[in-house]
Nanobody
Framework: QVQLEESGGGLVQAGGSLRLSCAAS????????MAWFRQTPGNERELVAR???????DYADSVKGRFTISGDRSKNTFYLQMNSLKPEDTAVYYC??????????WGQGTQVTVSS
């Protein structure tokens, strides 16, 4: 079992920055993948960024060049740095991880609102 605790959401003006944090209850070196998803009302959850154990990263086209996913082994925490935020980035953001395909875990979600 892995617990994920998110923090860092809030309200920001367009062009601003936020950093989301996801603290894991175990050593993040044990995690196969660390990722951030987001969801808006009436829509499916979409992948925003992914960090695979080993260092490979993937980003949604809509956030490339603006968002960065990273991990801190000393804190068992991974992050999503969001710069140049746009109103269309407004969503509930969820962190995600898995130990294997059958053991998947989600954070509780944090609201990010970008005003124009």
């Amino acid at each position: 079992q892995v617990q994920l605790e998110e923090s860092g959401g809030g309200l920001v003006q367009a062009g601003g920055s936020l950093r989301l944090s996801c603290a894991a209850s175990i050593n993040i070196l044990s995690l196969r993948v660390m990722a951030w998803f987001r969801q808006t009302p009436g829509n499916e959850r979409e992948l925003v960024a992914r960090l695979v154990n080993g260092g490979h990263t993937d980003y949604a086209d809509s956030v490339k060049g603006r968002f960065t996913i990273s991990g801190d082994r000393s804190k068992n925490t991974f992050y999503l740095q969001m710069n140049s935020l746009k109103p269309e980035d407004t969503a509930v953001y969820y962190c995600y991880t898995n130990l294997d395909p059958a053991r998947r875990y989600w954070g509780q979600g944090t609201q990010v609102t970008v005003s124009s």
